[in-house]
C-alpha cells in the first residue's frame, strides 16, 4: 500500500516493527527528512492508517507491507516488496514478542525481590512468566522474533548496502538487552541475542561503510507530548514539560536520526537511553 508520491532519491527507509509509539515515530522523522518510508508490521489494517497519517503530514511517500518476523518466508515476500521500491539506505529493526501471562512462581524469601520487580512488571505493562509454566513454543518464537527476524532483515538490506559502501542498520534494544530478570527468560534471551547479533555486525561492515549501532530503551515510552492532551496536562501538575518518567517516542526519533547522520569518523555503535526524570530500572 503506499501514500504519496514517487520514490526519494535519498533511499528508502526501512521501519520494522511499527507500532502507535516508537515505530510510528521514527518512520515520521525519516519521513520528515525526506526519505521513503516503508513501514513493516503484522497488521496491516493498523499500518494503512500510519501510513495515510505520515504521508499527509510530511508530504512524501509512505509504504505499508505486512511482515511475521517469526517466519522466514514472511520476511523474503515482504522484503522484495521494499526492494522493488529501491535501494534501503536505513533499516530500523523495532520487533519483539511481547510474552503472555502464565502465572509467576516467587520465593517467600524474597519478598523484597518480588515486590520491586512486581512494581517493575506492571509499570512497563509486560507480564512474568514463571520458567517453570513456560512454553519452549512461545520462548523460541520470542526468539524468533528478536533475534531471527532482525538476522533475516538484515541480511535482506547488507548486499546493497556494502555494494554502495553506506547503509545503516538499527536495533532497538530495552533494559533487558543488558539484565537478566525474574519471569522475562523469553524476552531478556532475545534481546540479549540481539545485542550481541549487533556488536558482530558492527566490528564486521563497519569497514564496508555500514553503521550498525544499538539503541538500548531503558525506560517507559509513553505517547508523543505532541498528540497527547492529557500528558501536558500531567507534566504541567508535575511542574513543567519534561517532567514525567515517560519517554517521549519522538524525542527518542531524534536520536535514531542522529546515529543515521554521524560522520563515519566517530560512529557509535551502541547508545543507552533513560529519562532524567525516572529514578528507577525497568524491562
Excluded at 237 to 260: I, K, N, R
Amino acid at each position: 500500500m503506499e501514500s504519496g508520491s514517487a520514490a526519494s532519491p535519498k533511499g528508502i527507509a526501512v521501519i520494522v516493527g511499527v507500532g502507535p509509539k516508537l515505530g510510528r515515530s521514527i518512520a515520521r522523522k525519516f519521513s520528515r527528512e525526506g526519505y521513503t518510508v516503508a513501514i513493516l508490521a503484522r497488521d496491516l489494517e493498523r499500518l494503512f492508517r500510519f501510513a495515510k497519517e505520515i504521508a499527509i503530514g510530511a508530504k512524501a511517500p509512505v509504504f505499508a507491507i505486512r511482515i511475521d518476523c517469526s517466519d522466514s518466508q514472511s520476511i523474503r515476500e515482504a522484503f522484495e516488496s521494499v526492494l522493488s521500491l529501491g535501494f534501503v539506505e536505513v533499516l530500523v529493526y523495532n520487533a519483539y514478542q511481547q510474552q503472555q501471562p502464565v502465572s509467576f512462581i516467587s520465593s517467600s524469601s524474597s519478598s523484597t525481590s518480588s515486590s520491586v520487580t512486581n512494581t517493575m512488571i506492571s509499570n512497563t505493562q509486560l507480564c512474568p512468566t514463571s520458567f517453570i509454566d513456560a512454553h519452549v513454543d512461545s520462548f523460541e518464537k520470542s526468539l524468533a522474533v528478536s533475534t531471527v527476524g532482525a538476522f533475516h532483515c538484515a541480511q535482506q538490506v547488507l548486499p546493497g548496502m556494502v555494494d554502495r559502501r553506506r547503509g545503516t542498520i538499527l536495533f532497538t534494544g530495552c533494559s533487558a538487552s543488558l539484565n537478566g530478570f525474574p519471569g522475562f527468560s523469553e524476552l531478556c534471551c532475545g534481546k540479549f541475542a540481539l545485542r550481541a547479533l549487533s556488536q558482530c555486525l558492527a566490528k564486521e561492515v563497519q569497514p564496508l561503510g555500514v553503521h550498525v549501532a544499538h539503541v538500548i530503551i531503558d525506560d517507559i515510552i509513553g505517547p508523543p507530548r505532541s498528540s497527547s492532551p492529557s500528558r501536558l496536562m500531567v507534566e504541567e501538575q508535575q511542574g513543567g514539560v519534561g517532567t514525567t518518567s515517560l519517554m517521549d517516542p519522538d524525542a527518542l526519533a531524534q536520536t535514531f536520526w542522529y546515529l543515521h547522520v554521524q560522520d563515519r569518523n566517530a560512529w557509535t555503535h551502541e547508545i543507552h537511553l533513560r529519562s532524567s526524570n525516572s529514578n528507577d530500572f525497568n524491562i
